[in-house]
C-alpha cells in the first residue's frame, strides 16, 4: 500500500472524518480524568499552596503549542519539497490551534506569575521566546491570508514556518542557557520528575487531552479548507448531491 | 490567602475554558459555511466544467 495515498484531500477527507470521533471523545475523557486526579488526587503544594493546580493547563497548552510549530515546519518541509496540497493545509488547519495554545500557555502564565513571582509579565528568556512563538503563529496566519494566489501563499508561508522553526529550541532551552525566572523542566527523559507522582499522572493526562484535542481540532478544520479548495471538483460535489 | 488562589485558578481555568470553547464553535461554523458554499455553487451551477477529479495533485503526492 502506498502511503502517499493518504495525501490526496479525496482519500484523507472521509478518512479524517471517521477518526475526528475518536480523537474528540478521547479528548474528553482524558481531560475529565486529568482534572479529577489534577484535583481530587494530587496534593496541595508545600511552597505554592493550591495555585500550582494551573499546571495542569500551562504546562500541556506550552507543549502543545511548541510541538504543533514542529508538526507545522514538518508540513511545510512536505510543502516546499513534494508540493503536497494536504500538507500545506494541513498547516493552515493547525496555526489557530497552536496560536491558541500559545495564548493559553502564556496567560495561564502570567495568573500562575502573579501569585508566586509577584509580577504578571518579565522580559525572561522562557517568556519572551514564548511570545515570539505567539507573533510567528499571528504572522503565519496573516502572511498566508494576504496573499491571493493559494500556491504562493502556502509556499510562503512554509517558508516562515520554517524560519521560525529555530525559537523551538530557543524555548525549550531558554531555562538552562540563561538564568530565567522561570523554573526548569520539571519532566525530563533523563532525569527522574521533580514533583509527586499524582501531580505528574495528572499532568501528562492533561497533556494527552490537550494532544487528542489539538487533532480532533486540525481534522475538522481540515476537512473545511478541502472543501473550500476543493468545492469545483467532482468528488466534493458529488459528497453533497 | 486560599480565598485568593481559588480565584487564579477560577480565571485561568474560564480563560482556557472560553479560549477552547471559541474555537470549537468557530469550527463548526466555518465547517457549516464550507458545506454551504459547496451546496450554493453546485445549485448556481456557476462553473459548468469541474476539475477533474484525476487532478494529478490529487492522484498522488508522491516524490
Known sequence: MNPFRFAAPPVFYPLAGRLLPWF??????????????????????????????????????????MFIYLVMAGYAVLTLVWRSKLSAMMCRALAPTGAIMAVIALLTGAIWGKPTWGAWWVWDARLTSTLILLFLYLGYMALVAAIDDTTRADRAGALLLLVGVVNVPIIYFSVRWWNTLHQGASVSLTA?????????????????????????????????????????????????? | MLESHLSYLAVAYGFTALAIAIECVVLLRTRRQSIEQVRRERDLDLDDHYESIADPRNEAATP
Open chain 1, 24 to 65: 474528540t471523545a478521547a479528548a474528553v475523557l482524558l481531560a475529565v480524568a486529568g482534572l479529577y486526579v489534577g484535583f481530587g488526587i494530587a496534593p496541595t503544594d508545600f511552597q505554592q499552596g493550591e495555585v500550582y493546580r494551573i499546571i495542569f493547563i500551562h504546562v500541556p497548552s506550552a507543549w502543545m503549542a
Open chain 1, 192 to 241: 527522574s520528575p521533580k514533583m509527586a507522582s499524582t501531580m505528574l499522572t495528572g499532568m501528562l493526562l492533561m497533556s494527552l487531552a490537550a494532544w487528542m484535542y489539538a487533532i480532533a481540532a486540525a481534522l475538522h478544520r481540515v476537512r473545511s479548507i478541502i472543501l473550500q479548495r476543493e468545492r469545483h471538483t467532482r468528488w466534493v460535489r458529488q459528497l453533497f448531491a
